[in-house]
């Protein structure tokens, strides 16, 4: 089973980026958790990162007849991007929105999710598990 995992704007400052709100810990240190994870549940990973909307549009469409299950983090365009969420549409890979803070109980700009229209499920405020919850969830149900 082949996974992307893809993340948002100023999510590669993770370590530096409001640390009360995402922690120490770095982008560094998030993908090593992913990988790691990755190869316990026997699946293959691929982690993306880009602070430009068109460029993880064109990962998603990229994806298309490769990936079986994508996890994705938009960052800010999450509350923003309907480009991104006609892109999973596009692709129609099964997909799970994870935030590593919880954004239910953050400003009320955060509470609008475009990709959510979309995904399977959402998993906000469990830190860097979130990735793995995800994952585990997409290679479960193999959907
Ligand atoms: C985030 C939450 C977003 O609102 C924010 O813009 C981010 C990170 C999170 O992982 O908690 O950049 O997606």
Partial sequence: M???VINGPNLNMLGIRE??????????DLCAVIQAFAERIGVNVEIYQSNHEGALVDRIQ???GK????VINPAAYTHTSIALLDALKAVGIPAVEVH????SQREEFRQVS????????????HGFDG????????AEARI
């Fill in 2 to 4: 082949n996974i992307l």
């Fill in 114 to 125: 475009y990709v959510r229209l979309y995904c399977a499920k959402t998993i906000c405020g």
């Fill in 131 to 138: 990735y793995l919850e995800a994952m585990d969830y997409l």
């Fill in 19 to 28: 640390p009360e709100i995402y922690g120490k810990a770095t982008y560094a």
């Fill in 67 to 70: 990936v079986d299950g994508i």
């Fill in 100 to 103: 590593i803070s919880d954004v």
């Fill in 62 to 64: 990229a994806a298309y």
